[in-house]
């Protein structure tokens, strides 16, 4: 007999705690599986010791639905980045001792490419000190741009989310009959999945967005003015969709940066709203998706959820099978009709890397998406979950505060 760690880390999704439903349930089912423990804030868990028996807390079937549709992580999250282990290994040891300690046989992390880098660090470490526990990555992120993997859990439902609302910020930018730009910023990084996913309104004859900006084709201001000026010339009111991670002036963004190095990216919606009323003069805002992009749970994709709790489960088999220093990946079969199969990939593979936007989903202008990519971004928007609800509203699934201290 021997247990399992699963943690959770990064920014949050709608998908992430179906990910650990995966694992969960796939470990009820294997009978040398003793205790399931969930690390509170992710790695920063295993580190202090720092462990709850899920057994204790998630108690029935309800518990479990309540979990799968529950938006954020409810282990709650970190950016904690492990150092190099061959200038300092102090942090290992601790962590090592834990899992001893634990008798935990496998752990498994969920999260984005600085989560692989745990996923990677940790594997070669504890192969230098032979101790045979097994370290999976399951893959979560909404902007969609770990590499190997065909997506990742947590897009899909950012992607409806943001598709849904670019749609009903075209129906409010309608309504009126003097001109108007609407500029709306979404998140991705320094990759423009996320924001390229608006564009799947097109393949439902919208026209909006009219414009979009994404991070793989460089920025000019003079050219975004002069594509703004000409959409003016067709349609009243402009929606542009725009990537926080497009090249911005100096001071437009805050300049802070997490514990992996990179920068808080934001402003640039707020920027190029000022910039259009000065240029052109007309009616302007900008609206920024932040946060409600990642959480957006009442409208997520159950394809989305599905997959997350599919390749959580897939990860927890790879560790009884012997995996270890491994991702699970979506590999697509086809679009039409959606199919996707589940494999792994080496982390080094993944960590610390990025995969953009393909240049030939991008059109020749630099400013739109081309219908020929919309067959990526569809099936990953499909489907609705059957929401329990409470006073009209999503019930979530909750740990009690006393146990996340």
């Not at 796939?26 to 295993?46: Q, R, T």
């Not at 032979?130 to 399951?138: E, F, R, S, Y």
Request: with cysteine; proline share 3%.
């Amino acid at each position: 007999m021997f247990n399992i760690a699963v943690a959770q880390s990064g920014g949050p999704t709608c998908a992430i705690n179906s990910s650990l439903v995966g694992v969960f349930r796939e470990a009820l089912k294997v009978p040398s599986v003793d205790a399931v423990f969930g690390s509170i804030n992710g790695i920063e868990g295993i580190i202090d010791n720092h462990l709850v028996d899920l057994r204790t807390m998630i108690l029935t079937n309800n518990d479990i639905e309540l979990l799968k549709q529950t938006p954020s992580t409810v282990l709650g999250s970190c950016r904690y980045k492990l150092p190099d282990w061959r200038e300092d290994e102090e942090v290992y040891k601790k962590i090592a001792d834990t899992l001893r300690q634990r008798n935990i046989g496998a752990f498994l992390y969920i999260g984005g490419n600085d989560s692989m880098d745990t996923v990677k660090k940790l594997s070669e470490y504890f192969a230098t000190i032979d101790l045979d526990v097994k370290i999976i990555g399951i893959p979560k992120t909404i902007d969609n741009d770990l590499c190997v993997t065909d997506h990742t859990p947590g897009f899909g439902s950012a992607a409806k989310y943001v598709a849904a609302t670019m749609h009903e910020i075209t129906r409010d930018s309608i309504v009126y009959s003097i001109p108007s730009v609407t500029i709306v910023e979404i998140m991705g990084r320094h990759a423009g999945w996320l924001t390229a996913s608006s564009a799947v309104l097109h393949a439902m004859g919208e026209t909006a967005p009219h414009l979009v900006y994404v991070p793989e084709v460089d920025f000019s201001l003079e050219k975004f003015i002069a594509d703004v000026r000409q959409q003016m010339s067709k349609h009243k009111a402009v929606i542009v969709a725009v990537s926080e991670g497009i090249e911005v002036p100096e001071g437009v963004q805050s300049g802070v940066v997490d514990n992996f190095g990179h920068k808080y990216l934001s402003g640039i919606g707020k920027y190029l709203e000022s910039v259009i009323r000065n240029e052109i003069g007309c009616k302007v805002r900008s609206i920024e998706l932040n946060v409600m992009q990642r959480c957006s749970s009442h409208i997520c994709s159950k394809t989305d959820i599905d997959e997350a709790e599919a390749v959580g489960a897939a990860g927890l088999r790879c560790a009884i099978e012997g995996g270890t220093g491994k991702v699970m990946v979506f590999r697509r079969i086809e679009d039409a009709p959606y199919t996707v199969v589940i494999e792994t990939a080496d982390a080094e593979d993944i960590a610390n890397r990025e995969k953009f936007l393909p240049a030939e989903y991008i059109n020749s202008a630099g400013n739109n998406i081309r219908e020929s990519a919309l067959g990526y971004f569809l099936p990953l928007i499909q489907g609705d979950l059957n929401l329990i609800t409470e006073n009209g509203i999503p019930k979530h699934f909750a740990l009690h505060e006393s146990v996340l201290k």
